[in-house]
Each structure stands twice: as C-alpha cells, then as structure tokens.
C-alpha cells in the first residue's frame, strides 16, 4: 500500500477510435463518437463537459464494466474485456453497507478475493491512508458525508488500484467539505501515484486536481479540447494562471 513519493506504480491507459451508444426507444441513440485519448502512468486526468455527454459512459468503458460498441480499450498494452482489481471505481454515491463497520467495507474486496486472512494489514493501511484508522469500527450512520466518501475510498486503495476512476466523487458534498476533500484527493494521489480518471461538472475542482483536463463536447462526446495543467500544488483559485485556464475552458463549454 504504501510507497515513496516518487514511485509510478500507475498503469497506462490507451483508448482509441472509441465509439458507444444505447437503444431508447427504438432508435439508436450515439453517446461517444469516435474518442481517441491515452494516460501516462501516475497521470491525473479530468474529464469535463456538459452533463449527459457521455463522460461517465467512458469510465464504464475504462472500467470494463461493459464493451464499447467500436474501437478499442488497452490498459498496461493488455486489452480492458472487464472488471479487474487493478481497476477500481468511486462513484458520486460511498454505496457503503450499513451493517459493516468502515473496516468491514474497507475490507470487502480483499474478502471477495480470499485474501483478508493474510492481508488484513493492507485495510488499515487504507484506513490509515484517508484518514479514518481512528473510526476502524465506526457504522456509515455515525459518519459524515466526507468521511463515508474517504470510507469509499478506502476501500478502492485496499485493492492497490493501478487505475483509480473516480465518477463525481465529490458530487454531494456540501461546498466547505468538497473544498477539504479536494486537497486529500491530490495527497492521496500524490503518496499511491497511482493513474487517476475523475469525471467532473466543476471547472475549477478539475483545475485545482488534475494535471490534464479533457473537454468533451455535447453528446455524443467528442474531445474539443486538451489542456496540460503545468501549475505547482497546492494550487489558487485566484492565481492568474488559474484564471486564464479557467475561462479558457468556460470558453470552449460555451459559458465563458
């Protein structure tokens, strides 16, 4: 679980000519046209556009949780045909059992997988990890909106996830707890280096996190634009270069 700062433990990820769509009804109904992307090991990349673009599909994609309608999907070179450990996603929602303790939720993919005999210490390394090694035997009811959301955490980074995929992961936090929760995403990635893809509707929480953004356009998504973050963390909201990144991005959604 825990590495040097410098360590990359992060996978690549290669997506290209990817095309994806439904049914609805009776007509086809295109959600990603022809998406080409690939992440650098120890990447943090954000994915940002309009809502029901399609964004979140692409992490479905990612994530292997279903197969893309045309084109291919390659993480470390090998082909995504499904769900793997290495990829884990955090959805808006912690999904957290209510009858489990944090430790027990933290704990349930090593379970799943027959490991938690010998691998206990890797849960509280997680626990440890986030910030919640003193509510170990605490319920769901009895934490706050951030603390069940670094829970949800916790139990991703128990699996050593070379790709994290975060779906708004931040989405239903009250304003000051998403603020706090934003800087120990990025010292959470910064100590397990690995591979982060956030989907996100807030320009400036893509910004403050990721050293990449990606702007998709309406649905079906198609990149509109690419930007290197190049600004040291921790980062300001009011900083120029911040500013100017900002309503480049604003700019390209329409709302500058």
């Known amino acids: 679980m825990e590495r040097p700062a410098t360590a990359v433990a992060g996978a690549s990820l290669d997506v290209a000519d990817v095309s994806h769509g439904y049914t609805y009804e009776d007509k086809p109904l295109p959600v990603i046209d022809r998406v080409s992307l690939r992440v650098e090991p120890g990447e943090f990349v954000a994915l940002l556009g309009p809502s029901g673009?399609?964004?979140?599909?692409?992490?479905?994609?990612?994530?292997?949780?279903?197969?893309p309608n045309a084109g291919t999907l390659r993480a470390d070179e090998a082909p995504i045909t499904g769900p793997d450990p290495s990829r884990v996603v955090v959805f808006q929602d912690p999904t957290l059992f209510p009858w489990r303790t944090v430790w027990r939720n933290a704990s349930l993919?090593?379970?799943?997988?027959?490991?938690?005999?010998?691998?206990?210490?890797?849960?509280?390394?997680?626990l440890k990890l986030v910030g919640l090694d003193g509510f170990a035997s605490a319920y769901p009811h009895q934490l706050s909106g951030g603390m069940a959301q670094r829970a949800a955490l916790a139990r991703a980074l128990v699996n050593d996830p070379r790709l994290l995929i975060l779906d708004e992961p931040l989405g239903k936090l009250d304003s000051l707890t998403r603020l706090t929760m934003q800087s120990e995403l990025v010292a959470l990635w910064q100590r397990s280096r690995a591979t982060v893809l956030l989907v996100t509707h807030d320009v400036e929480e893509a910004l403050i996190l990721a050293t990449r953004v990606i702007v998709f356009s309406p649905r079906p998504a198609r990149i509109v634009e690419e930007l290197r973050v190049d600004l040291d963390y921790p980062r300001h909201r009011d900083a120029p270069d911040f500013v100017a990144l900002r309503k480049r991005i604003l700019d390209k959604l329409g709302v500058g």
């Open 109 to 126: 993919g090593l379970e799943a997988q027959g490991l938690l005999k010998t691998q206990r210490h890797r849960v509280d390394a997680a």
């Open 53 to 67: 673009c399609g964004k979140s599909t692409l992490l479905r994609l990612v994530a292997g949780l279903e197969p």
